[in-house]
């Protein structure tokens, strides 16, 4: 996370828009097995053209901001697709995608788009959790033979083990809001009351074991 004002800010349409949705009392079930008290679905953002249009500008500011060498955008299939066609647009960069693993059919593709070898490529994603998938798309492009300086993403829970993957596979991530921002902001417009933090606070410890 970069930039305060632009955290709280973006957590707010998040919650505005409930592309975020806290329910600590009645936890969602994601599809790793854990028991969470959130659900976030950026791509719900894209339904609001004054909220999209800011969370585009602000990812191209950050993209500025920390990798002026960047080249080329590409989006981590299939959430950050749209957010980084947006940027790219915006940056007047080129634009490519990258699907989790390659086509069945055709020309088998797992990268769309034009990737010229050596190409300084930053990856634009939605949401970061482990960063598991992230990875594997970034080194997708490391294996066609781009070079990624970095990805930029709307929003991180902030777990450690994310930290250490991207430590690892040296690339380095800038996050426009983060779960701290979000369940500060969730208390001050009154998605939650102050009595829930406690328990939000536990579960980013350690989400593969919370239970309420």
């Given at each position: 996370m970069d930039n305060q004002t632009t955290a709280h800010q973006v957590a707010s349409f998040l919650l505005e828009t409930e592309a975020v949705k806290l329910r600590p009392e009645q936890p969602f079930k994601w599809s790793s097995g854990w028991n969470s008290p959130i659900y976030c679905d950026n791509r719900v953002t894209l339904s609001f053209p004054h909220i999209?249009?800011?969370?585009?500008?602000?990812?191209?500011?950050?993209?500025?901001?920390?990798?002026?060498?960047?080249?080329?955008?590409?989006?981590?299939?299939?959430?950050?697709?749209?957010?980084?066609?947006?940027?790219?647009d915006l940056l007047e960069m080129p634009f490519l995608y990258v699907r989790p693993q390659p086509k069945s059919h055709g020309m088998a593709n797992q990268i769309e788009g034009k990737l010229i070898p050596g190409q300084k490529v930053v990856m634009v994603e939605d949401l970061i959790s482990t960063g598991g998938s992230s990875l594997k798309a970034a080194e997708a492009v490391r294996s066609a033979g781009g070079n990624v300086v970095g990805m930029a993403a709307i929003f991180t829970y902030g777990f450690a083990v994310a930290q250490k993957n991207f430590e690892e596979a040296g690339i380095a991530l800038h996050c426009l809001s983060d779960y701290?921002?979000?369940?500060?902001?969730?208390?001050?417009?009154?998605?939650?009351?102050?009595?829930?933090?406690?328990?939000?606070?536990?579960?980013?410890?350690?989400?593969?074991?919370?239970?309420?």
């Open positions: 999209r249009s800011y969370i585009k500008q602000q990812l191209a500011e950050m993209i500025k901001q920390n990798f002026p060498e960047a080249e080329a955008i590409a989006g981590v299939a299939t959430a950050g697709i749209a957010q980084g066609a947006l940027v790219a701290q921002a979000l369940t500060e902001a969730a208390m001050q417009n009154g998605y939650i009351p102050e009595s829930a933090l406690p328990t939000l606070a536990k579960w980013r410890q350690s989400p593969e074991t919370w239970k309420v």
